[in-house]
Antibody, heavy 121, light 107 residues
Framework: QVQLQQSGPGLVKPSQTLSLICAIS??????????WNWIRQSPSRGLEWLGR?????????DFAVSVKGRLTINPDTSKNQFSLQLKSVNPEDTAVYYC???????????WGQGTLVTVSS | DIQMTQSPSSLSASVGDRITITCQAS??????LNWYQQKPGKAPELLIY???NLETGVPSRFSGSASGTYFTFTISSLQPEDIATYYC?????????FGGGTKVDIK
């Protein structure tokens, strides 16, 4: 059974970098049939896909235009996990952040437990 | 970006009722659509993938169908444990996008 366990701070100051980690059990971050995604949810934006990393003989990344240039998603094969780094955050980045596996890259299962991140000084 | 227009935004029904939620895509997405259930304080969970395929372990009262850019999600007999918000999601094109959600409660 695949499980995703998120960790990271719940409070980040404006202009700083939001960093989260997602530890994978029951699957491999290097899987050729999965993608590893970050999705956030807020009352104003609803569910918003942010980006993904995946391995198909080499590593690929895709990002939403809304965060491109600020978002980095990195796999860590030694720890079987992947991370999110969102730079220059502002209060609009306040949301619940989820790490999620994309099964065959297409449907999201399972989801991490979610991390409420508040951007505030 | 592909816009997913979901309706209604909320509905109230009685236990045992049949309920239907719709999702319309702004362009052709073939059958590249999934449905999720989210209970308060929890992460969404996959119910239906590829428009009409039931995820393993999901009760058969849940179903999905497609007609062109118009997608339908049905609960054949609403149960108290089905109180949740339901979302559609397309994966035909990046960025992957979700509908706005339908909140379902019991009358």
């Amino acid at each position: 059974q695949v499980q995703l366990q998120q960790s990271g701070p719940g409070l980040v100051k404006p202009s700083q970098t939001l960093s989260l980690i997602c530890a994978i059990s029951g699957d491999s971050v290097s899987s050729n049939s999965a993608t590893w995604n970050w999705i956030r949810q807020s009352p104003s934006r609803g569910l918003e896909w942010l980006g993904r990393t995946y391995y198909r003989s080499e590593w690929f990344n895709d990002f939403a235009v809304s965060v491109k240039g600020r978002l980095t998603i990195n796999p860590d094969t030694s720890k079987n996990q992947f991370s999110l780094q969102l730079k220059s955050v502002n209060p609009e980045d306040t949301a619940v952040y989820y790490c999620v596996r994309g099964q065959w890259g297409n449907w999201f299962v399972p989801w991490g437990q979610g991390t409420l991140v508040t951007v505030s000084s | 970006d592909i816009q997913m227009t979901q309706s209604p935004s909320s509905l109230s029904a009685s236990v045992g009722d049949r309920i239907t939620i719709t999702c319309q895509a702004s362009q052709d997405i073939r059958n590249d659509l999934n449905w999720y259930q989210q209970k308060p304080g929890k992460a969404p969970e996959l119910l239906i993938y590829d428009a009409s395929n039931l995820e393993t372990g999901v009760p058969s009262r849940f179903s999905g169908s497609a007609s062109g850019t118009y997608f339908t999600f049905t609960i054949s007999s609403l149960q108290p444990e089905d109180i949740a918000t339901y979302y559609c999601q397309q994966y035909d094109n990046l960025p992957l996008t979700f509908g706005g959600g339908t909140k379902v409660d019991i009358k």
